[in-house]
């Protein structure tokens, strides 16, 4: 539910880059090349699984999903962070820990300004 304009800018922007955060991971199975021996469908499945269980709450502007994808969140930033040391600033990992970074931010962010308003 939410509860004032704020809440509806913050939650469109979330909205976007969690699609952005999809579309990277995508996006990053495939290029540079695929790994090989490796199944494509479990890549996708291990990488996606985790963030779209918070579909529902992240269109539908919901606070206790935010908070649980912001935890989920931690663990991509944390994976992208590390990849983009190790390959000593690789585009699509670097790329993954900015997004990653803007997405918990700006969740955390609508948490703040979807407060209820008190009776």
Same mark, same amino acid.
């Given at each position: ?11 469109? &922007? ?9 579309a ?7 290029? #540079?090349? #695929? ?23 992240? $269109? ?16 991509? $930033?944390?994976?992208?962070? &590390? ?9 699509? #990992?670097?790329?993954?820990t900015?997004?990653? $970074? ?13 407060? #209820?308003?008190?009776?």
């Amino acid at each position: 539910m939410l509860h004032n304009e704020k809440a509806k800018t913050t939650a469109r &922007v979330t909205s976007g880059l969690y699609l952005a955060v999809l579309a990277t991971l995508v996006l990053t199975t495939f290029f #540079p090349a #695929p790994v090989e021996g490796v199944s494509i469908g479990l890549m996708l499945a291990v990488k996606l699984l985790p963030l779209l269980a918070f579909i529902i709450p992240v $269109f539908r502007g919901h606070n206790r999903g935010y908070i649980w994808m912001s935890f989920v969140l931690i663990f991509y $930033f944390t994976q992208a962070v &590390v990849s983009a040391w190790l390959s000593e600033g690789a585009l699509g #990992p670097v790329i993954m820990t900015v997004l990653t $970074f803007l997405l918990f931010t700006v969740a955390m962010m609508h948490l703040k300004v979807n407060r #209820p308003v008190a009776a």
